[in-house]
């Protein structure tokens, strides 16, 4: 029962598959939409697990008083009600453009057992008692939807739900068959009555207190390092158009404790509808917050020595290694390991473009020989512009990023080894960068963020596209008991 319980839980909360807190700009820096296969998908799995539920449902025991004739007044119950073999076999799932979500399902059948018992009023108290069975038909269930911001949080409103019992046959065996169909339309109401409270009452519960319980404990950030945090929550309210969902999200990083960047979001409009079920759509303002947060911190700058330059590099840092192309560093300081620092000097850019992405980024790139006594002595200062081209990809449930080499410029800033022309080191620093440094900040990215997907649900042949202006992440999902 929990396991059912559960995952009816997790089916609903596809309806709403991204975190959502408080307003707090305009424009997204991510944006989350479902479309119609997605909705479709949330629909199938939910209307699974309440027909599990539904099943061997019990209903309430009735009692009350009739007059009949010959026998006079009676007192009668009816109990042991069962609900069995339940089926759904034409559902739907619709947005209501600015409203939420409307679920109908319609020809619902099921099978109900009752027992019922008879005793006159007055003596001599004759009694009996006898079976009912009941065929349900055509019987239909609408529900609707809307979301709320409850203290920060998602929480699903349920705004209405309207069963109506079509066909209800009663069906008496092993009893006084007379006395029952003396007062069959009062049992016809009763019945029905609680078989529309008892299919409600579940269908409440399991939204109203399992599943906003469950949406009250995602945690609306992602910690990134200890140095920064990832915010998920709305930018402004979620949009239901027609066949999709989107919502908005911040997309923003943070640097901790809680400090934000100076930057504003773009407008920008992801996909909304296609044949995939979920369209994840990522501006650049969350790179470029992210290397607001990240330099910010200190952290866009590094020392690279020796041992970490790996040995099947064409690069080595040592002076030998670069005497053929910069003799005046080998004759003062021949045979001598080195050691090179970077630091950007401003807050890289990201642009996202239909060829892809790309990240520009100034800094300088500080070159030091380690002398015998372990001594870092500086030999000389580049300034640099370096653009890189980016990929991103999925793997399990995470968004990472990759650079790669693409262009870069050099000038001498300082020398202590004398005057030269970067250019004649020009091929030894453009190997340092594709195979030491972009490494080096590709582990960096290699951790990525977290899909905010609900758990259990995971994504199917994720594709990737590249558009002006975003990224796409377009995928399927699958349920995963």
Known sequence: QRRVRGRFILALSLLIVTVIVTVRSTNPGIQTTLT?????????????????????????????????????????????????????????????????????????????????????????????????????????????????????????????????????????????????????????????????????????????????????????????????????????????????????????FVLLPNRASPYAPPPFQGIVSSSYMLELSISPYLLDTASWAFFTAGYMQGTIKADQVPANSPVQFNTSSWSPFLPALYQKYPNYLMQVTLKADAVPTATFSASGVTVTGTGEIDIFVVLANKEVVPAFTLGVTLSATGTASVSGQKISGKLMYLSDSFYLKASYIGPFNPANIETLLKFALSGVVIPYLNNYLAPGFTIPLIDGVEVIDPVISYNNGFIELSTNLNYVA
């Not at 009912?132 to 269930?141: E, G, K, Q, R, Y």
């Open 36 to 252: 119609q296969n997605g909705l479709n998908f949330a629909k199938t799995i939910a209307l699974e697990i309440l027909n599990k539920k539904l099943q061997n449902l019990d209903l309430p025991r009735e009692e009350g008083e009739a007059h009949v004739p010959v026998l006079g007044r009676i007192e009668w119950d009816v109990y042991d009600g069962v609900v069995q073999n339940i089926k759904f076999p034409i559902s739907s799932i619709q947005i209501e453009p600015g409203q939420g979500f409307y679920i109908a399902v319609q020809g619902i059948a099921a099978d109900i057992e009752m027992r019922w018992h008879y005793r006159r009023a007055d003596w001599p108290h004759i009694s009996g008692s006898g079976k009912l069975s009941i065929d349900l038909a055509t019987t239909s269930i609408e529900i609707r939807l809307g979301v709320s911001d409850v203290a920060g949080k998602p929480s699903l409103i349920v705004q209405s739900v309207v069963i109506d019992i079509g066909h209800l046959s009663i069906h008496d065996s092993g009893g006084a068959s007379w006395l029952y169909n003396l007062f069959i339309d009062v049992l016809k109401g009763l019945i029905t009555r609680d078989i529309e409270k008892a299919i409600e009452g579940v269908i409440r519960n399991e939204i109203d207190n399992n599943l906003n319980k469950l949406l009250s404990n995602i945690p609306v950030n992602q910690n990134i390092a200890n140095i920064a945090e990832l915010e998920l929550g709305l930018s402004s309210s979620p949009l239901f158009g027609s066949g999709y969902a989107t919502f908005p999200e911040l997309g923003e």
